[in-house]
C-alpha cells in the first residue's frame, strides 16, 4: 500500500531526513521524502490513518497541504 504526502515547509534535506524519521516511527511505514519535491512516498505493510500522517509531519514542524 503506498500513498503520497505532500508537505509544505521544507527547505534542505536535514528537514527531509527530520520528516523520514518520524514517519518512519510508524509502525510498518517505510518513506522515502524529497524537500525539492516536497513529497513523501510512503509504503505501508497495513493501513495508517491520514491523521496519524498529518500529525506526525506537523510535529516536525511542517504544513501536509494533501495526500493521494
Known amino acids: 500500500m503506498e ?3 505532500f508537505i509544505e515547509g521544507m527547505k534542505c534535506e536535514g ?5 523520514k524519521n518520524l514517519l518512519e516511527k510508524i509502525d510498518g511505514v ?5 524537500h525539492e ?5 510512503l509504503v505501508m ?3 495508517v490513518d ?5 500529525n506526525t509531519v506537523e510535529k516536525a514542524g511542517f504544513t501536509v497541504t494533501g495526500m493521494q
Do not use: F, G, L, Y
Not at 37 to 41: G, L, N, P
Open 3 to 5: 500513498k503520497i504526502v
Open 15 to 19: 528537514c527531509s531526513n527530520r520528516v
Open 30 to 34: 517505510k518513506a522515502e521524502v524529497s
Open 37 to 41: 519535491d516536497k513529497t513523501a512516498k
Open 45 to 47: 505493510a497495513a493501513p
Open 50 to 54: 491520514d491523521e496519524t500522517i498529518k
